[in-house]
T-cell receptor, first 113, second 112 residues
Framework: AQSVTQPDIHITVSEGASLELRCNYS??????LFWYVQSPGQGLQLLLK??????LVQGIKGFEAEFKRSQSSFNLRKPSVHWSDAAEYFC???????????FGIGTKLQVIP | DADVTQTPRNRITKTGKRIMLECSQT?????MYWYRQDPGLGLRLIYY???????NKGEISDGYSVSRQAQAKFSLSLESAIPNQTALYFC???????????FGSGTQLSVL
């Protein structure tokens, strides 16, 4: 069965600083990988996804993620964080596409002025 | 109007009571899912359905049941609620032609 590890529960960054959120996955075949964001009181919204092809994927809101098969990682990055990026971020892995998606425990991002 | 609508948004109930959470969607998706979110545990899949006649257990289905009344409706029931079912519940939809899940705004359930 697939699984996802997000080792950082909370991260605090200054506005304008760069951001990297870590994600490691476990899956026997080529994974389908996702990053979702959850703003307070809201459902989850897809930031980006990786299925195949270029290992560096671009998403919405200036986010990108890089798939590294050798490290079983799919880390999320943003070069300059905005206060509106404060939210909880979930990495997820899908079996057979997104038919059955397993989520990590989430990383809560705090942005300080 | 929201594409994925969950009702109620908030519910407080007592131990032993039966409760139903409802989800409806206007996206025309064939696949629907119920997740619960707990602090420190992320989202865990309770049940999912790929079609009206298809129901599958997720990783934490004990104590829950579901009904797919129509393609657009997927309800989650707690037959006899217990306090550790206090959580934020999300319905999500997806389709074979789409590659992402669409989430409702969630139902906060408290079992006293």
């Amino acid at each position: 069965a697939q699984s996802v590890t997000q080792p950082d529960i909370h991260i605090t960054v200054s506005e304008g600083a760069s951001l990297e959120l870590r994600c490691n996955y476990s899956y026997g075949a080529t994974p389908y990988l996702f990053w979702y964001v959850q703003s307070p009181g809201q459902g989850l919204q897809l930031l980006l996804k990786y299925f195949s092809g270029d290992t560096l994927v671009q998403g919405i809101k200036g986010f990108e993620a890089e798939f590294k098969r050798s490290q079983s990682s799919f880390n999320l990055r943003k070069p300059s964080v905005h206060w509106s990026d404060a939210a909880e971020y979930f990495c997820a892995v899908g079996a057979n596409g997104y038919q059955k998606v397993t989520f990590g425990i989430g990383t809560k991002l705090q942005v300080i002025p | 109007d929201a594409d994925v609508t969950q009702t109620p948004r908030n519910r407080i109930t007592k131990t032993g009571k039966r409760i139903m959470l409802e989800c409806s969607q206007t996206k025309g998706h064939d696949r629907m899912y119920w997740y619960r979110q707990d602090p420190g545990l992320g989202l865990r899949l309770i049940y999912y359905s790929f079609d009206v006649k298809d129901i599958n257990k997720g990783e934490i289905s004990d104590g829950y049941s579901v009904s797919r009344q129509a393609q657009a409706k997927f309800s989650l029931s707690l037959e006899s609620a217990i306090p550790n079912q206090t959580a934020l519940y999300f319905c999500a939809t997806g389709s074979s032609a789409n590659e992402k899940l669409f989430f409702g705004s969630g139902t906060q359930l408290s079992v006293l």
